[in-house]
């Protein structure tokens, strides 16, 4: 077994529609590696048949709040609403994004995206059920991998594709790197991340940085308002 050592400004853990997505928004900012323990496009998402849900109104009348009542009911009330707010306003964007990015989306007569009705989405807060999932076939979820990936290659993101990642290296409360299993090899490379723009950022509720986070020193934070707060990890060039 042999230990590498990589260097990147940034890593992301997951090539699945999360990953990529991240991918594509940090990569202009830094020297980038995604690290996936599947081939990207084998990720989970390529399973999504249905399609995606954004208030497009493209068949009837709709709107993100109906959307978002939808979303805070099905999750029986449990979800953050206001990550849910933001979820279901952006939704329509980032359909419109993915379109402009190729995605074949299925077509209306009129030539707009077509929605159809799926899970548990419907308009007027339950009214009746919505014609709000954007879809590509029976294939969305594939389709946004492939259009993802494609996107992620024309920006030169580096991909290491089939290692697992093993552990977080974090040290003094600061991520340092990470350690993964190069599966085809049995090689291990640690990556380091030095630089990382200048810091990591997390949005996150008051209450949970405090009961998770308690350790970590309080000039790290930015309270945002009263329920939110910024957390920002230095991440420092370390050298092994
Ligand atoms: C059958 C099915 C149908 C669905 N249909 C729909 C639908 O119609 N509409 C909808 O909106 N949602 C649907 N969903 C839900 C939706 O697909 C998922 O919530 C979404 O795709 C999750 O995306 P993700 O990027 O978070 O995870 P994934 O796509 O699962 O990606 C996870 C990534 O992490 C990597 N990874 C994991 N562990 C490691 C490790 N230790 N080291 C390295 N890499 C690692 C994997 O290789 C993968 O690349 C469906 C889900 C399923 C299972």
Same mark, same amino acid.
């Given at each position: 077994?042999? *230990?590498?050592?990589?260097? $990147?400004? =940034?890593?992301?853990?997951?090539?699945?529609?999360? =990953? #990529?997505?991240?991918?594509?928004?940090?990569?202009?900012?830094?020297?980038?590696?995604?690290?996936?323990?599947?081939?990207?496009?084998?990720?989970?998402?390529?399973?999504?048949? =249905?399609?995606?849900?954004? @208030?497009?109104?493209? *068949?009837?009348?709709?709107?993100?709040?109906?959307?978002?009542?939808?979303?805070?009911?099905?999750?029986?009330?449990?979800?953050?609403?206001?990550?849910?707010?933001?979820?279901?306003?952006?939704?329509?964007?980032?359909? *419109?994004?993915?379109?402009?990015?190729?995605? /074949?989306?299925? &077509?209306?007569?009129?030539?707009?995206?077509?929605?159809?009705?799926?899970?548990?989405?419907?308009?007027?807060?339950?009214?009746? /059920? @919505?014609?709000?999932?954007?879809?590509?076939?029976? &294939?969305?979820?594939?389709?946004?991998?492939?259009?993802?990936?494609?996107?992620?290659?024309?920006?030169?993101?580096?991909?290491?594709?089939?290692?697992?990642?093993?552990?977080?290296?974090?040290?003094?409360?600061?991520?340092?790197?990470?350690? @993964?299993?190069?599966? @085809?090899? =049995?090689?291990? /490379?640690?990556?380091?991340?030095?630089?990382?723009?200048?810091?990591?950022?997390?949005?996150?509720?008051?209450? !949970? #940085?405090?009961?998770?986070?308690?350790?970590?020193?309080?000039?790290?934070?930015? !309270?945002?308002?009263?329920?939110?707060?910024?957390? &920002?990890?230095?991440?420092?060039?370390? *050298? $092994?």
């Amino acid at each position: 077994m042999k *230990v590498i050592k990589h260097s $990147f400004d =940034g890593v992301i853990v997951g090539a699945g529609g999360a =990953g #990529l997505r991240a991918a594509i928004e940090a990569a202009p900012h830094m020297k980038l590696a995604v690290i996936t323990k599947l081939y990207p496009t084998r990720s989970h998402t390529g399973a999504a048949q =249905g399609g995606m849900s954004a @208030a497009l109104a493209n *068949v009837e009348e709709d709107n993100w709040n109906w959307h978002a009542f939808d979303t805070v009911k099905g999750s029986d009330y449990l979800a953050d609403q206001p990550a849910v707010d933001i979820l279901c306003k952006e939704a329509i964007d980032s359909v *419109v994004e993915l379109e402009h990015w190729g995605l /074949p989306f299925s &077509r209306l007569e009129n030539g707009k995206i077509a929605q159809r009705r799926f899970g548990g989405h419907t308009v007027k807060e339950g009214e009746a /059920p @919505a014609f709000r999932a954007c879809y590509a076939a029976d &294939r969305t979820g594939h389709m946004i991998l492939q259009t993802l990936y494609q996107k992620c290659v024309s920006m030169g993101v580096t991909f290491f594709d089939e290692f697992q990642v093993l552990d977080i290296k974090i040290d003094d409360g600061v991520c340092k790197g990470v350690i @993964a299993y190069e599966i @085809a090899t =049995g090689d291990i /490379p640690r990556m380091l991340i030095h630089s990382l723009v200048t810091v990591l950022e997390f949005y996150i509720k008051k209450e !949970y #940085l405090l009961k998770i986070w308690n350790f970590i020193n309080s000039t790290l934070l930015e !309270y945002i308002d009263s329920e939110y707060c910024c957390l &920002r990890l230095p991440v420092e060039k370390v *050298v $092994f």
